[in-house]
């Protein structure tokens, strides 16, 4: 019943900007926290942002500055803007709801965000 997609990953060139959008279906977008989490080939699966229901951010420190996460409950989605884009942002971005400190986990299938020099 709960499903989050991605959409809007691909190829571009370092310096560029893209907007990852992860829309959220089963009721699950009202009572979560949402985040957007990216994995590397080789490397773990890391936090790059995060948006409680009240709006509080988190961000980690290799994108602070350069990514905005937000999100529109009205339409159950979430948004990540990425600027300033280098290829250590090379990675599949997964989109992530989670209530009650993580009893309840979903994610999404991931799109590819291709950084290139």
């Known amino acids: 019943q709960v499903q989050l997609v991605e959409s809007g990953g691909g190829l571009v060139q370092a310096g560029g900007s893209l907007r990852l959008s992860c829309a959220g279906s089963?009721?699950?977008?009202?009572?979560?926290?949402m985040g957007w989490y990216r994995q590397a080939p080789g490397k773990q699966r890391e936090l790059v942002a995060s948006i409680t229901t009240g709006g509080s951010t988190n961000y980690a420190s290799s994108v602070k500055g350069r990514f905005t996460i937000s999100r529109d409950d009205a339409k159950s989605t979430l948004y990540l803007h990425m600027n300033s884009l280098n290829p250590e942002d090379t990675a599949v971005y997964y989109c992530?709801?989670?209530?009650?400190?993580?009893?309840?986990?979903?994610w999404g299938q991931g799109t590819q965000v291709t950084v290139s020099s």
């Open positions: 089963g009721g699950i977008f009202s009572v979560a926290t």
């Open positions: 992530n709801a989670n209530f009650l400190e993580h009893r309840y986990n979903y």
